[in-house]
């Protein structure tokens, strides 16, 4: 990305412009961070779309990362003011452990300095979860004499595997308070969690309208070599006609069957507007505004 050749460099040394002008990604703070890491030397700036931790902000350890989010210190500092004003002051804490969740219940933490809410307990969610270390978790949240819960976790892995327990344990007398990583996942209406997350509150980025995105959409067409058209538009294709480019192997072990290069956008059964509407976080290729 930096030479434009496979070669290697140390610090500034290349000292030409890179052949790419910016990267755009990723949606995790973790992955942003160990790129953010790596560009900062060059000066190649990266613009993440969905990297909330506050870790980011520091423009001395990565100077050239930017994101179109705001940083997850709003964030701890709205629930703060949420606790304080409904009068929730007696909540259990669960973090994914992982820079988002880590700094994002530290800085709730700092925020509820002094301000009247005490913590009853502070669960870490390890990476790579045991069903027994799932299970201990849900047994503090059912013993806690809290009945709120604050839950600074990503959906996948984190949040499911945890959310899929509490509603297998029937635990239907907690209010949880979500981060905006799975508080609009389209799971949680599901009808079989509705008696244990009902109810569950929390902050989400506001969605945006980019005009003429939809007409630009359906007016996209693959090239004849299926690997040398952009990924994105690779993803919307198989997803949009339920068919496989044979590209990337996942899709093409699937039962989908092969696409035929001619589709039209414009003519599919699922129209911009409904498909591209994605009910949850976690779809990335949703960019417009989706009304009724």
């Known amino acids: 990305m930096v030479t434009g050749q496979e070669a290697s460099v140390v610090g500034t040394e290349c000292g030409t412009t890179p052949e790419v002008p910016v990267i755009i990604g990723d949606a995790r703070s973790s992955a942003s961070i160990v790129v953010a890491q790596t560009l900062g030397p060059f000066d190649l700036p990266m613009v993440s779309y969905f990297a909330t931790c506050a870790c980011l902000s520091d ?3 990565y100077p050239s990362f930017f994101r179109t989010v705001p940083s997850d210190a709003f ?3 709205g629930m703060a003011k949420l606790l304080r004003k409904l009068g929730w ?3 259990g804490l669960v973090s994914g452990d992982g820079d988002y969740g880590k ?3 530290q800085l709730l933490l700092q925020e509820l300095q002094g301000s009247g809410v005490c913590v009853a307990y502070s669960e870490v969610i390890p990476k790579v979860p045991s069903k027994r270390q799932i299970r201990h978790i849900v047994d503090t949240i059912r013993g806690s004499t809290a009945r709120v819960v604050v839950a600074f976790v990503g959906f996948t892995g984190h949040s499911g595997a945890l959310m899929e327990e ?5 635990i239907t007398d907690k209010q949880w308070i979500a981060s905006e990583a799975w508080v609009t996942y389209s799971t949680l209406a599901a009808p079989k969690n509705l008696p244990s997350l009902a109810g569950t509150i929390g902050f989400a980025l506001k969605k945006a309208d980019i005009p003429g995105l939809g007409t630009f959409l359906t007016r996209l067409h693959l090239d004849g070599d299926y690997q040398k058209s ?3 538009l690779r993803e919307l294709w198989e997803e949009m006609f339920g068919c496989s480019l044979g590209v990337d192997l996942s899709v093409t072990l699937s039962s989908r069957r092969q696409c035929t290069g001619s589709e039209v956008i414009g003519e599919a059964e699922f129209t911009p507007k409904s ?9 990335y290729l949703s960019k417009i505004k989706c009304q009724s």
Do not use: E, H, I, K
Request: proline share 7%; aromatic share 14%; glycine share 4%.
């Open 59 to 61: 423009t001395w350890r």
């Open 75 to 77: 964030q701890a500092l």
């Open 89 to 91: 002051v007696w909540v």
């Open 103 to 105: 700094f994002g219940v």
């Open 166 to 170: 509490v509603v297998r344990q029937n």
């Open 230 to 232: 952009d990924p994105f």
């Open 275 to 283: 498909l591209l509407c994605c009910p949850d976080s976690q779809c």
